[in-house]
T-cell receptor, first 112, second 114 residues
Framework: DAKTTQPNSMESNEEEPVHLPCNHS???????IHWYRQLPSQGPEYVIH???SNVNNRMASLAIAEDRKSSTLILHRATLRDAAVYYC?????????????FGGGTRLMVKP | DTGVSQDPRHKITKRGQNVTFRCDPI?????LYWYRQTLGQGPEFLTY????????KSRLLSDRFSAERPKGSFSTLEIQRTEQGDSAMYLC????????????FGQGTRLTVV
């Protein structure tokens, strides 16, 4: 399975933008880049995904490098509710059942 | 609310007892996954179903674990002769087929074996 590398933790101030990086240098051409987040005592929650082009939705933006070896999840204005563990995952056709393989993720702390 | 519900939310059991968890997925999503998550770690894949067929099992799924998805609807995960090492959060996820689709997770069942 293609692996991702994320910082263990990041800190942000409330109301400021947050850029969460992810490296995936062994990504294959058919791997989608997915982001999920997990709040304390909750199941993971889908945030966004993309293949080659940058993506925007109501929760966040996903910026994908031209060579696809890295990506950045952008939260435009962090709120206290955004404090969570953020997982960057490659979901590919070569994974059994397109399963999601979670790493350690980035723990985002948001300061008021 | 993701539309995926799990029952119970919490379960405390004595070592050696059997437990069963249930997952009710979104009806039109044919893929169903079970994950296990221990404290401080990311979820680990256990098994998945496509409709009613169980197509992949992780080596984490020992002989004491069994999962079913009758008629491709709800799914159950049973653990026989529970051990303290089975204490974890058990998560169910559901998606349509394809790597470019989003997966929806339930809130999980937290199992504590005493």
């Amino acid at each position: 399975d293609a692996k991702t590398t994320q910082p263990n933790s990041m800190e942000s101030n409330e109301e400021e933008p947050v850029h969460l990086p992810c490296n995936h240098s062994t990504i294959s051409g058919t791997d989608y880049i997915h982001w999920y987040r997990q709040l304390p005592s909750q199941g993971p929650e889908y945030v966004i995904h993309g293949l080659t082009s940058n993506v925007n939705n109501r929760m966040a933006s996903l910026a994908i490098a031209e060579d696809r070896k890295s990506s950045t999840l952008i939260l435009h204005r962090a709120t206290l509710r955004d404090a969570a563990v953020y997982y960057c995952i490659l979901r590919g056709v070569n994974n059994a059942g397109n399963m999601l393989t979670f790493g350690g993720g980035t723990r985002l702390m948001v300061k008021p | 609310d993701t539309g995926v519900s799990q029952d119970p939310r919490h379960k405390i059991t004595k070592r050696g007892q059997n437990v069963t968890f249930r997952c009710d997925p979104i009806s039109e999503h044919n893929r169903l996954y079970w994950y296990r998550q221990t404290l401080g770690q990311g979820p680990e894949f256990l098994t998945y179903f496509q409709n009613e067929a169980q197509l992949e099992k992780s080596r984490l799924l020992s002989d004491r674990f069994s999962a079913e998805r009758p008629k491709g609807s709800f799914s159950t995960l049973e653990i026989q002769r529970t051990e303290q090492g089975d204490s974890a959060m058990y998560l169910c996820a559901n998606s349509r087929q394809g790597a470019g689709t989003e997966a929806f997770f339930g809130q999980g069942t937290r199992l504590t074996v005493v």
